[in-house]
């Protein structure tokens, strides 16, 4: 029996009928009741009958309600009873997500996590966004940090961080090169990039010089990467234009080891936006939910 489908009908009975209880858990009419003639499916009894615009139990119902009332009962009072003792829960939560992230982002979210439950544990799987999206899907990680998903009717997402990227070269390739005073003249630099899919040159040149674009598209990027740890790395040792987020270069741009490029201040920049990720209808422990509630209550969509 689907957990689901009980609570859906506990909340009609308790409400007093479908549109009040489509009401509270924010769903169609339609969607209710699907729910309840699917649950009488799958029990093969009859659970409720429409009586005008109110709705009455059978005997079966009221029997199967007060049995779910009274388990759900006993649920919410573990729950509570966990929630009022955060020291004591445990568990393990598996987390995928980019590698960049995991270098400050992810270990002072668990570090703030571990200090209400201390007894929780944690996996962490890096990779990009098919890999994780993978892992999510066959169950081997429950949550994932993504910068876009694919499957959109099994998997959910939450907006978590949100940076522009900086355009950016070392001091050492300014030395040496003239730096471009327009778009156009970075098609002259060797790109520092990501993949295909997510290359963020392409992208800015898309939103700020749409006539450049078949240009750039043709261009070959010098040097292609998965993620902004080897990217920065890659910019400071002078190897081209690479396009990073600000607060991941704050220190670099203050001693003047990175460059922003010296464009015109209408060019607007590209941002990257990482969203939490986990399966719409998967039934997430107590621990995943309050991880989730944690990281939502301390989100920054302004940078990362």
């Known amino acids: 029996m689907d957990y689901n489908k009980a609570r859906t009908f506990v909340e009609v009975v308790d409400r007093g009928g479908i549109t009040a209880a489509a ?29 005008g615009p109110r709705i009455m139990l059978t005997k079966d119902g009221e029997i199967l309600y007060g049995e779910f009332k009274n388990q759900f009962s006993v649920m919410e009072s573990i ?7 955060k020291t004591k829960v445990s568990g393990m939560i598996r987390i995928g997500s ?6 400050s982002y992810l270990p002072r979210m668990i570090k703030s996590f571990s200090e209400e439950y201390p007894l929780v544990d944690f996996e962490i799987y890096t990779g990009i966004d098919e890999e994780l999206e993978s892992l999510l899907l066959s169950n081997k990680i429950d949550i994932s940090h993504q910068l876009m998903i694919q499957n959109q009717r099994v998997l959910q997402k939450k907006p978590i961080l949100r940076a522009a990227l900086l355009p950016v070269v070392s001091k050492g390739y300014a030395q040496c090169h003239k730096l471009p005073k327009t778009i156009k003249q970075t098609l002259d630099m060797p790109i520092l990039d990501f993949h295909s899919e997510y290359s963020v040159y392409t992208r800015w040149i898309k939103k700020n010089a749409r006539e450049l674009l078949f240009s750039a598209q043709k261009k070959t990027t010098f040097i292609r990467v998965s993620n902004n740890i080897t990217l920065k790395q890659l910019t400071l040792q002078g190897l081209g234009l690479g396009f990073l987020p600000h607060r991941f270069i704050e220190e670099e741009l203050d001693r003047g080891e990175l460059i922003a490029l010296p464009l015109p201040k209408r060019i607007a920049p590209i941002e990257v936006e990482f969203d939490m990720v986990y399966k719409r209808q998967h039934s997430l422990g107590y621990i995943h939910q309050a991880f989730i509630e944690h990281v939502l209550r301390d989100t920054d969509c302004h940078g990362c």
């Open 79 to 85: 729950v509570q009873d966990l929630k009022s003792d």
């Open 23 to 51: 009401q509270s858990l924010k769903r169609t009419q339609q969607a209710i009741s699907v729910q309840i003639k699917s649950l009488e499916d799958d029990l093969e009894v009859s659970l409720l009958v429409r009586n």
């Open 98 to 103: 980019w590698l960049e992230l995991c270098e």
